[in-house]
């Protein structure tokens, strides 16, 4: 079993920076991929990036170019650097790792942008 905890939400003005973190602990070890997630009122979930191993990455293109994920495996710690935030971008932030085929999933961490 994988634990996971967000943490960093809040509240933010336009054009601002937060940065979320992943915890990961339980049986870490093989964790390929870590992923963030969004989930704005009243829509479904959304992937926002993803990073697989140590370096193979994904943007969603209304995060390409604002956000950047990395992750830092002595700390089983993922991370999403969020710059240049928008309105659009509230909404409950999750995490997702997947293990042996298995996803895991936080329990989420707020994001509200004020324009």
């Known amino acids: 079993q994988v634990q996971l905890v967000e943490s960093g939400g809040g509240l933010v003005q336009a054009g601002e920076s937060l940065t979320l973190s992943c915890a990961a602990s339980?049986?870490?070890?093989?964790?390929?991929?870590f992923a963030w997630y969004r989930q704005s009122p009243g829509k479904q979930r959304d992937l926002l990036a993803s990073?697989?191993?140590?370096?193979?990455?994904y943007y969603a293109d209304s995060v390409k170019g604002r956000f950047t994920i990395s992750r830092d495996n002595a700390k089983n710690t993922a991370y999403l650097q969020m710059n240049s935030l928008i309105p659009e971008d509230t909404g409950v932030y999750y995490c997702?790792?997947?293990?042996?085929?298995?996803?895991?999933w936080g329990q989420g961490t707020q994001v509200t942008v004020s324009s």
């Open positions: 997702k790792a997947v293990r042996s085929l298995i996803a895991y």
């Open positions: 339980g049986s870490t070890l093989g964790i390929t991929t």
């Open positions: 990073i697989i191993g140590g370096d193979s990455t």
